[in-house]
């Protein structure tokens, strides 16, 4: 299992998250979710999952490795899972 998780840099909402994905399968990616950090399926983002900063050392204890926001998303991509944002506004 290869879940990867950057550090908790990301504000939003009054919170930092991290993003967490999985350099293997999306499948995996969501197992590991509902199994080690019960965050619901309807948060995944497509190709990743926003982790509270809370939630962070739970995820490294259960097994994600930290790495950087450049080196999660060169693996995620190298890996083919990596989702290309939509396409916003009037066009």
């Given at each position: 299992m290869?879940?990867?998780?950057?550090?908790?840099?990301?504000?939003?909402?009054?919170r930092?998250?991290?993003?967490?994905v999985?350099?293997?399968?999306?499948?995996?990616l969501?197992a590991f979710?509902e199994?080690?950090?019960?965050?619901?399926r309807?948060?995944?983002?497509?190709?990743?999952?926003?982790?509270?900063e809370?939630?962070?050392?739970?995820?490294?204890?259960?097994?994600?490795e930290?790495?950087g926001?450049?080196?999660?998303?060169s693996?995620?991509?190298?890996a083919?899972?990596?989702?290309k944002?939509?396409?916003?506004g009037?066009?």
């Amino acid at each position: 299992m290869v879940v990867l998780i950057d550090s908790p840099v990301w504000p939003w909402r009054g919170r930092k998250w991290s993003h967490l994905v999985s350099d293997v399968s999306y499948a995996e990616l969501h197992a590991f979710v509902e199994t080690e950090l019960g965050i619901p399926r309807r948060a995944f983002q497509g190709d990743h999952y926003d982790v509270p900063e809370d939630l962070y050392d739970i995820a490294v204890a259960a097994g994600a490795e930290p790495v950087g926001a450049r080196e999660l998303l060169s693996r995620l991509r190298a890996a083919g899972l990596r989702r290309k944002k939509r396409a916003t506004g009037a066009g």
